[in-house]
């Protein structure tokens, strides 16, 4: 029986929770070690989310790989899938195959009732805490927009930003009180971005030349 590996990392998760690929194989192989296991290949998906199983190449060749008795060894949940979805998915695929799952940081190991019920209960766990930081982000960015502080992005026409904090551009509201008379008026985008021009009011890079999906974006953003 072999122990078949599958580690990965994303640009965020290698910054903030420090589990390189390196630290990951090293576990996986000490694990393969330690329980008899021969360890076959590890499949790698680098720099790649884990929001999605479907899209994740290294994955889908260690799903694959997998033969009747092996194991599919993972560092921890998190690098195998975001989703108790996709998490429960892999483990139905795994148990077609007669073949184990094992997360090393959790203690999981598929061959035992409580293993699977353990693997599938931190899923969800997994899952809700997830959910739980983001809505937190959601909240926060909803307090810095309610602040006026920028939460990312390009700068809204109109306005500069100083010291985190949007401020209006009186060049650029002027050019919008004009799209917004001139629009009132019945005068269409594309002769809207000509009296612009007439005028000499400038894009957000400077430009001259003006485009009526950016004249609709900003006058459906000041509605």
């Known amino acids: 029986m072999d122990a078949i590996g599958y580690i ?15 630290a990951q194989k090293a576990k996986i192989t000490a694990w393969a070690d330690l329980n008899g ?3 076959g290949m590890i499949y790698v998906d680098a720099g790649i989310s884990g929001k999605r199983a479907d899209n994740r190449p290294g994955l889908q060749d260690a799903l694959q790989a ?19 979805r996709d998490t429960l998915d892999i483990a139905d695929i795994l148990e077609k195959k007669n073949a184990d799952m094992v997360s090393i940081q959790e203690h999981i190991d598929t061959t035992t009732a409580a293993g699977k019920m353990v693997f599938r209960m931190l899923a969800v766990l997994n899952e809700f805490e997830r959910d739980q930081i ?6 926060a960015l909803q307090y810095k927009k309610s602040k006026g502080e920028k939460t990312g992005g390009t700068v809204p026409y109109g306005f500069d930003v100083q010291d985190g904090i949007l401020i209006k551009k009186s060049s650029e509201q ?7 008379e001139l629009r009132r008026k019945g005068y269409s985008f594309r002769a809207i971005c000509k009296e612009l021009e007439k005028d000499g009011c400038k894009t957000k890079t400077g430009g001259d030349t003006w485009n009526p999906k950016t004249i609709r974006a900003i006058l459906k953003r000041a509605a």
């Open 174 to 180: 002027k050019a919008i009180r004009l799209m917004m």
């Open 134 to 139: 983001a809505e937190r982000t959601r909240s």
């Open 8 to 22: 990965r990392v994303s640009t965020e998760g290698q910054a903030v929770e420090g589990v390189s690929l390196d």
């Open 37 to 39: 296991y021969e360890l």
């Open 66 to 84: 997998i033969k009747r008795g092996d194991a599919l060894v993972v560092y921890s949940l998190s690098r195998l899938a975001r989703s108790t």
